[in-house]
């Protein structure tokens, strides 16, 4: 189960219909200390690149944008207690919420993990 | 930073870069017939003579007369220690700062102030201030609607028809749509307020005291709603509160009110302040400014703003509001009013009140033709049925100097001959006593 990143800096696991959303390492660190996660509403339906979320930290508040459409049918209630989640572990405990009915052909226009580390150095 | 006014040579640059002749030009576009000739001011005179011209006004007319009336501003009596710590120029500046470096004094005021409407509405958090009573209440509706994700505001005709405006010009851009629920009578409809509560509601909105005067206990609203997946706004009256169940005790997610009642002196409409209080796992939904208390890096307690995240500034066109002030100086006169007072002093103020318009409102109410028409409890407000127009009736106990109450007709078809009478602690039995002669006479002569 391969993961594929945004050029926004989240990322996104398919694993059959479903999907888990979160935000990137590399988005985790620059935005430092997170203070608070503003999880989705379960049921609520995305389109791929529509707002899904928002995270507060001590630089910055920031959109999350769902890498995929879908309807959010889990969201990790641990960030409500425990939003430093996400700095910890972005990319595996730190998961925002999870999508159903996600559209595998979507992701042909994201990156892969090469292709997303390749998109970092070029940010630097 | 200077005020200075531009000088005449800055105005001719000014005039030669627009290409304007004269300061008078720019003014051409209004058509004549549109300009004042003249603003009829008097001819200038000393600061002597004018201050005896101010004082004879302040004097005469407006203030002599004695009000009975409320509908959401109140003549309650203000402690002199409000205007001495509010009017310190510490306070008293034109801007409220917000460093903490260098406004330690102000935070903490705000800071207590939004304890003091904590403690008073029953509830966890409140912010730093809103603007008035009116958008107050249309600002928890625009809350509600971002924490249910719903769209639709379910309204009780109930609650003072001027923040029912605010509120439907609030949404009336929005795709949210208001359900007003007619009164029974002076009461709430809580059946009907129950039975319109839908999958789409994001809150019902009701007022206690109503705007009839009539005080319920919406708990059961609340479990209602709550079980249909809505919030409950009540709107207050604080100084109600020092003997009506509060909006906590009921179950309302969202307190709202009008704040002048808390040691702000009528001044012909305002300022004043609106106050907002909510539970804290809705905190992030709240509108404004909110103060926190926190530890400097030596460990002392310190005042700071906190959570600006859902704040303008930082979250532009996605803020929870767009208001991006408060109302620290009316909020701060709220704060003294509420300390002076204390928890008994506010139990002993609401008890005065109350008092005081049973006393009114059994004399009113047997007179020759006038009933009262609340069916249940009433705070310091009740309503008068009277045998002629009410606005007639109001109209002439004005020139015998005495402001009767708000005749109803005017936001209620049908209510033409009914009139609030509102009676504070600050109405003498004399004064009450001589409202029932002018009324009697009024009516019947």
Request: a negative charge; charged letters at 20%; glycine letters at 10%.
């Given at each position: 189960m391969s993961m594929y990143f945004t050029k926004e800096h989240e990322w996104v696991k398919?694993?059959?219909?479903?999907?888990?959303?979160?935000?990137?390492?590399?988005?985790?660190?620059?935005?430092?200390?997170?203070?608070?996660?503003?999880?989705?509403?379960?049921?609520?339906?995305?389109?791929?690149?529509?707002?899904?979320?928002?995270?507060?930290?001590?630089?910055?508040?920031?959109?999350?944008?769902?890498?995929?459409?879908?309807?959010?049918?889990?969201?990790?209630?641990?960030?409500?207690?425990?939003?430093?989640?996400?700095?910890?572990?972005?990319?595996?405990?730190?998961?925002?919420?999870?999508?159903?009915?996600?559209?595998?052909?979507?992701?042909?226009?994201?990156?892969?993990?090469?292709?997303?580390?390749q998109y970092l150095k070029g940010l630097e | 930073m200077g005020y200075c006014p531009n000088t005449p040579e800055e105005i001719r640059e000014m005039l030669v870069v627009i290409g304007a002749g004269s300061v008078e030009d720019l003014f051409s576009p209004i058509p004549e017939a549109l300009r004042a000739k003249s603003f009829e001011l008097p001819a200038g005179m000393s600061?002597?003579?004018?201050?005896?011209?101010?004082?004879?006004?302040?004097?005469?007319?407006?203030?002599?007369?004695v009000p009975f009336i409320g509908g959401g501003i109140y003549d309650h009596i203000i402690p002199a220690a409000v205007d001495h710590l509010a009017g310190r120029a510490e306070f008293y500046t034109a801007y409220t700062p917000y460093?903490?470096?260098?406004?330690?004094?102000?935070?903490?005021?705000?800071?207590?102030?939004?304890?003091?409407?904590?403690?008073?509405?029953?509830?966890?958090?409140?912010?730093?201030?809103?603007?008035?009573?009116?958008?107050?209440?249309?600002e928890a509706a625009l809350m509600a609607l971002r924490i249910t994700g719903r769209n639709a505001i379910v309204l009780d005709a109930s609650v003072n028809p001027l923040h029912r405006e605010v509120v439907c010009g609030y949404l009336a851009s929005l795709s949210a749509g208001v359900c007003q629920v007619p009164p029974a009578g002076c009461e709430s409809d809580l059946e009907l307020l129950m039975g319109s509560i839908t999958s789409e509601t994001a809150a019902v909105i009701v007022q206690?005291?109503?705007?009839?005067?009539?005080?319920?206990?919406?708990?059961?609203?609340?479990?209602?709603?709550?079980?249909?997946?809505?919030?409950?706004?009540v709107t207050c009256y604080p100084v109600a509160l020092g003997l009506v169940k509060s909006p906590g005790e009921m179950g309302a997610d969202i307190a709202v009110g009008e704040g002048q009642s808390l040691g702000n002196t009528l001044s012909f409409g305002g300022p004043y302040f609106g106050f907002i209080a909510t539970r804290k796992r809705f905190i992030r939904n709240?509108?404004?400014?909110?103060?926190?208390?926190?530890?400097?890096?030596?460990?002392?307690?310190?005042?700071?703003?906190?959570?600006?995240?859902?704040?303008?500034?930082?979250?532009?066109?996605?803020?929870?509001?767009?208001?991006?002030?408060?109302?620290?100086?009316?909020?701060?006169?709220?704060?003294i009013f509420a300390a002076a007072l204390g928890k008994q002093g506010f139990?002993?103020?609401?008890?005065?009140?109350?008092?005081?318009?049973?006393?009114?409102?059994?004399?009113?109410?047997?007179?020759?033709?006038?009933?009262?028409?609340?069916?249940?409890?009433?705070?310091?407000?009740?309503?008068?049925?009277?045998?002629?127009?009410?606005?007639?009736?109001?109209?002439?106990?004005?020139?015998?100097?005495?402001?009767?109450?708000?005749?109803?007709?005017?936001?209620y078809p049908g209510l033409e001959h009914a009139i609030v009478v509102t009676v504070t602690e600050k109405r003498t039995k004399a004064e009450i006593d001589q409202l029932a002669g002018l009324l009697e006479e009024a009516l019947w002569n």
């Open positions: 398919v694993d059959g219909a479903q999907a888990t959303v979160g935000i990137s390492e590399h988005a985790a660190h620059e935005l430092g200390d997170i203070t608070f996660v503003e999880l989705p509403q379960m049921g609520k339906i995305v389109k791929q690149f529509d707002t899904l979320a928002g995270i507060e930290s001590v630089k910055a508040a920031s959109d999350i944008y769902s890498p995929v459409s879908g309807k959010v049918i889990q969201v990790n209630d641990k960030l409500e207690e425990a939003p430093e989640l996400v700095n910890e572990s972005a990319e595996d405990l730190g998961w925002i919420c999870k999508l159903e009915g996600a559209d595998l052909a979507e992701l042909s226009s994201l990156m892969d993990a090469a292709a997303y580390a | 600061e002597f003579e004018l201050m005896g011209i101010m004082r004879e006004k302040a004097t005469t007319g407006g203030s002599e007369i460093q903490p470096e260098c406004s330690q004094g102000t935070l903490q005021a705000l800071y207590e102030y939004q304890s003091a409407i904590c403690r008073l509405t029953g509830l966890e958090a409140s912010n730093a201030s809103l603007y008035d009573g009116g958008t107050a209440v249309a206690n005291p109503n705007f009839f005067g009539s005080v319920a206990d919406f708990t059961a609203l609340a479990a209602k709603a709550h079980e249909q997946g809505a919030l409950l706004i709240l509108p404004g400014r909110i103060v926190g208390e926190t530890v400097d890096k030596e460990g002392r307690c310190g005042y700071v703003l906190t959570l600006q995240a859902r704040e303008q500034h930082i979250k532009r066109h996605k803020a929870t509001s767009n208001i991006c002030s408060n109302q620290s100086l009316c909020a701060l006169r709220g704060l139990e002993d103020l609401a008890t005065l009140n109350f008092d005081k318009a049973q006393y009114a409102k059994g004399l009113f109410s047997a007179l020759k033709g006038v009933s009262v028409l609340n069916a249940g409890a009433t705070f310091n407000e009740f309503t008068l049925a009277l045998p002629k127009p009410a606005a007639q009736v109001v109209t002439r106990l004005l020139d015998a100097g005495v402001a009767a109450g708000v005749p109803l007709g005017g936001y």
